[in-house]
């Protein structure tokens, strides 16, 4: 089977920057993504990566290294509405299926 | 808002009752995904269905059943429903139905109650 590893519950000051780990298992390896999911809502789509190195888009960045089988998404100047839980999933070669882990619920404080 | 719409919101049912979910995928997408969230798992992956034809099995139960009828629309069949099964079940939706390197569009999701 897949696994895939991050924190369960994470928190961080508005305005500061947050970095979310992800490991996963690198037989098959086929694509990394990011999902944000507020609470009782549907996931969305935030990051999407294949190859080595950092992808950034706005205030999210994510990072991947396929050899250590690791990926992080990082979020800087973090706001309120940023309180929500963030889905790591990895795409497999071998079964053809996006796999997700069970997500670190991150809590923005003022 | 994704495009895809799921239907009903909330249900509410008794053990060893039968529901169907319903599901329309964005509009051009031909794949549609199945998944079902507990408070204490993440995303578990159901099925996915691609232009009407079974794509891919995860961890769905027998007494679970899919199908994605020519418009594209798909329903999701629950049986014999026990207290475990209550949970947010979501379907997705994509373009060409590879899941493993092209972004998913989810519904908002049916939140079902077994009682």
């Known amino acids: 089977g897949q696994n895939i590893d991050q924190p369960t519950e994470m928190t961080a000051t508005e305005g500061a920057i947050v970095q979310i780990n992800c490991t996963y298992q690198?037989?098959?390896?086929?694509?990394l993504f990011w999902y944000q999911q507020h609470a009782g809502e549907a996931p969305t789509f935030l990051s999407y990566n294949v190859l080595d190195g950092l992808e950034e888009k706005g205030r999210f960045s994510s990072f991947l290294s396929r050899s250590k089988g690791y990926s992080y998404l990082l979020l800087k100047e973090l706001q309120m509405k940023d309180s929500a839980s963030y889905l790591c999933?990895?795409?497999?070669?071998?079964?053809?299926?996006?796999?997700f882990g069970t997500g670190t619920r991150l809590q923005v404080f003022p | 808002d994704s495009g895809v719409t799921q239907t009903p919101k909330h249900l509410i049912t008794a053990t060893g009752q039968r529901v169907t979910l319903r599901c329309s995928p964005r509009s051009g997408d031909l794949s549609v995904y199945w998944y079902q969230q507990s408070l204490d798992q993440g995303l578990q992956f159901l099925i996915q269905y691609y232009n009407g034809e079974e794509r891919a099995k995860g961890n769905i139960l027998e007494r679970f059943s899919a199908q994605q009828f020519p418009d594209l629309h798909s329903e999701l069949n629950l049986s014999s429903l026990e207290l475990g099964d209550s949970a947010l079940y979501f379907c997705a939706s994509s373009a060409n139905g590879q899941a493993t390197n092209e972004k998913l569009f989810f519904g908002s999701g049916t939140q079902l109650s077994v009682l």
């Open positions: 690198t037989s098959g390896f086929n694509g």
């Open positions: 999933a990895q795409g497999s070669e071998n079964t053809d299926k996006l796999i």
